[in-house]
């Protein structure tokens, strides 16, 4: 695999130094990473995950509408939303654990653009609504 | 390809009796391609003695800047060559999204801190972004940003024979990763330095000075040793030298090296060493 963007590269090394969760996707929204912090969140290692495409860690990691208690759908995940239109976006979702149970879950996703403009991936940073970001 | 050091110390020019062998001169190299191609790596203050060289019968020269800290940019306006009229001189430095590099450089290339601006130099000066894949002449010149405060980006150049020289003075790619190396492809630099015939690399600290600058943008000999071994380096330069480090610290950091990488050759970053590739 060759090898990735500094800007990448950096993004991560700061997310690992870091005790907000924050998930990490490429340019394509695969998963590049996440933090020992969503590990927390999320009830996966990051070991146990790693560097899945877009079409597995939606299956790995399943987001309902708060409201409706409906399957997100791609076009509605704020980090695939925050790298499809090159947009902070933030809302609420419901994460299921693995062990079933369905937590509410704030998420603000950023674009990284790049030097020169290249939209490089996007990073979510999320915490579960009630237990504050040292869930 | 030939490669010659002009400049290897980091940081600041630091002449003096202990120094004299490794030399105090800023980072500055010169690459001569096999087809005449005059190609100067940062502008550190090894350029001025540098600039005195160039032969008469050359009209164009580069200069690769890796980024805009002063010990890798100082030396410009002491550049001999950009005085000539009959000159291209062409200046590449890492692209920022805010500021143009001619802005970026005339900062410091201007009143007060120097007496005339870059517009005033008599040659013919171009000046353009580091791009990610570029040509000089014969050469293949391929810039990537890497791990070190504000933009940075180091240059690996291909000569059309296949030989690579890598170039990475102020590097730290082991910064935040713990344990260091990480695989390739999330360490910064790996794909510049990758099976280089020549890796000239920044090893300006000991192990226990790293401890105490991390995140200063620069690499322990250890680090390096690791980088080199993952990007399956076989001939390695330790280079930008602290300035505070005498002759025989940095005899003893290469020997540390070279015991680090058994089976690569470990070649002086010293000023007027020079490599055929
Ligand atoms: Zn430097
Ligand atoms: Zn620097």
């Known amino acids: ?135 | 390809m030939r490669v010659e050091i002009w400049g290897s110390r980091g940081s600041l020019a630091s002449p003096g009796a202990s120094t004299v062998r490794y030399g105090g001169n800023t980072a500055t190299l010169l690459v001569v391609g096999d087809e005449g191609e005059h190609l100067v790596l940062d502008a550190g203050t090894g350029i001025r003695p540098l600039g005195l060289k160039i032969p008469a019968e050359v009209r164009r020269v580069d200069v690769l800047i890796t980024h805009l800290h002063m010990d890798h940019l100082q030396g410009l306006g002491f550049f001999q060559p950009i005085f000539r009229p009959d000159l291209e001189v062409h200046v590449w430095g890492p692209p920022s999204i805010t500021m143009p590099l001619s802005a970026r450089i005339g900062r410091y290339l201007s009143p007060p801190l120097f007496p005339v601006t870059l517009r005033q130099m008599p040659c013919r000066l171009e000046l353009h972004d580091a791009e990610p894949y570029a040509r000089i002449g014969s050469l293949r010149v391929r810039s990537d940003l890497v791990c070190h405060p504000g933009p940075t980006v180091g240059y690996r150049i291909t000569s059309p024979g296949g030989k690579v020289l890598a170039y990475l003075p102020d590097h730290e790619p082991a910064l935040g990763v713990d344990p260091f190396p990480a695989s390739p492809e999330w360490t910064s630099g790996f794909d510049l330095a990758h099976r280089a015939d020549l890796l000239v690399h920044d090893a300006q600290y000991t192990d226990d000075e790293y401890r105490d600058h991390v995140g200063w943008g620069h690499s322990s000999i250890r680090q390096l040793a690791a980088f080199a071994r993952m990007a399956e380096v076989n001939h390695v330069a330790p280079f930008h030298h602290d300035p505070s480090h005498s002759d025989a610290e940095v005899d003893a950091l290469a020997g540390e090296l070279a015991t680090l990488l058994p089976g690569a050759e470990v070649l002086p970053g010293a000023e007027g060493a020079t490599f055929d590739l």
């Open chain 1, 1 to 135: 695999m060759a090898q990735l963007p500094v800007e990448l590269i950096l993004m991560r090394q700061l997310a690992s130094y870091l005790a907000t969760p924050i998930f990490l996707v490429g340019p394509e929204g695969e998963l590049l990473f996440y933090n020992e912090a969503a590990e927390g969140v999320l009830g996966y290692r990051f070991d146990e995950a790693v560097e899945l495409p877009l079409a597995q860690w939606i299956r790995e990691f399943p987001l309902f509408n708060t409201e409706s208690g409906e399957p997100l759908s791609v076009d509605e995940i704020p980090v695939l939303r925050a790298l499809r239109e090159r947009d902070p976006v933030h809302g609420s979702l419901l994460y299921e654990r693995p062990s079933g149970e369905r937590v509410p879950v704030l998420a603000t996703a950023i674009p990284l653009v790049g030097q020169g403009g290249r939209v490089l991936g996007a990073a979510a940073i999320f915490w579960p609504v009630s237990g504050g970001a040292n869930a």
